[in-house]
């Protein structure tokens, strides 16, 4: 594990060495709203060694080991453009420190949606999205606003702190934004259509922050789209179906040219 700073913020970054062989675009895994480096665990490792690349961890501003959001709930509270800018500024200078060009990016909920603004932007080898969000749904809020009942009075903040060294930075920048009537107007379609990279959208059937409508609502005009959703799945594929979604991973990254 190591810091790398980006414009005088260190991000916690933890990268994974290519198989032996090959010299394929190096994974670069962008994690959701409430995750980081560790709770990753060692899925970003498996998805590596099943695909033959080297891989890329890093840990957002405010998450896991990286440096906290000063006045997260004040002056440092996000603004309804915070996915926008970590796609458009923040990850292109990570990008540049780690001297990586058109990586494929794997993103899961938030980090998906980054995925898919940076693609629009950017040069990429693929995007890899998990449970993305393209628009803000009513479930997405609902689940949301249960999640802020379940950190106050249950035990979530106590499960998510072996996770965070700022706990309550990470949780509240992300429900604070998300509960916002302004982040409503959150729409990233316009964007989805401009990606030329291919890209493979998955998702679960049970997934209680968003409904299918997410990863429909991509279709990419200029580049290829494959879709994919799994049975007894929630928000989490790597999570809920590890072997699944890494095989099927694989299976994409494999046909690229």
């Known amino acids: 594990m190591e810091k790398i700073r980006v414009d005088g913020v260190a991000l916690e970054v933890l990268r994974l060495p290519q198989p032996a062989g090959g010299a394929l675009a190096p994974i670069v895994?962008?994690?959701?709203?409430?995750?980081?480096?560790?709770?990753?665990?060692?899925?970003?490792?498996?998805?590596?060694a099943a695909t033959g690349r080297a891989g890329v961890v890093y840990s957002r501003r405010g998450y896991g080991e990286s440096d906290p959001v000063p006045e997260v709930r004040g002056a440092g509270r996000l603004r309804p453009d915070y996915m926008h800018r970590e796609a458009r500024?923040?990850?292109?200078?990570?990008?540049?420190?780690?001297?990586?060009?058109?990586?494929?990016?794997?993103?899961?909920?938030?980090?998906?949606?980054?995925a898919l603004l940076h693609g629009a932007d950017f040069?990429?080898?693929?995007?890899?999205?998990?449970?993305?969000?393209?628009?803000?749904?009513?479930?997405s809020v609902r689940s949301i606003a249960q999640a802020r009942v379940a950190y106050e009075a249950g035990d979530l903040r106590e499960r998510l702190?072996?996770?965070?060294?700022?706990?309550?930075?990470?949780?509240?920048?992300?429900?604070?934004?998300?509960?916002?009537?302004?982040?409503?107007?959150?729409?990233?379609?316009?964007?989805?259509?401009?990606?030329?990279?291919?890209?493979?959208a998955m998702q679960g059937v049970d997934d209680p922050y968003g409904t299918l409508r997410q990863i429909d609502e991509i279709a990419p005009t200029r580049g290829?789209?494959?879709?994919?959703?799994?049975?007894?799945?929630?928000?989490s594929p790597q999570?809920?179906?590890?072997?699944?979604?890494?095989?099927?991973i694989a299976r994409f990254l494999a046909s690229l040219p």
Do not use: K
């Open 161 to 200: 702190r072996r996770y965070h060294a700022d706990v309550d930075g990470a949780f509240w920048q992300w429900n604070d934004i998300w509960l916002d009537p302004a982040f409503r107007a959150f729409d990233i379609r316009a964007e989805c259509r401009r990606i030329e990279a291919p890209v493979l």
């Open 123 to 139: 040069r990429v080898t693929a995007c890899v999205v998990m449970a993305p969000h393209v628009i803000v749904e009513d479930v």
């Open 224 to 235: 290829p789209f494959e879709r994919e959703v799994f049975e007894q799945c929630g928000h």
């Open 29 to 48: 895994f962008l994690h959701e709203g409430l995750g980081s480096v560790a709770m990753w665990r060692d899925w970003p490792a498996s998805v590596c």
């Open 239 to 248: 999570r809920d179906q590890p072997e699944a979604s890494r095989r099927r």
């Open 89 to 114: 500024v923040v990850l292109p200078a990570l990008l540049e420190a780690l001297g990586i060009r058109r990586p494929v990016l794997l993103g899961h909920s938030d980090g998906g949606s980054i």
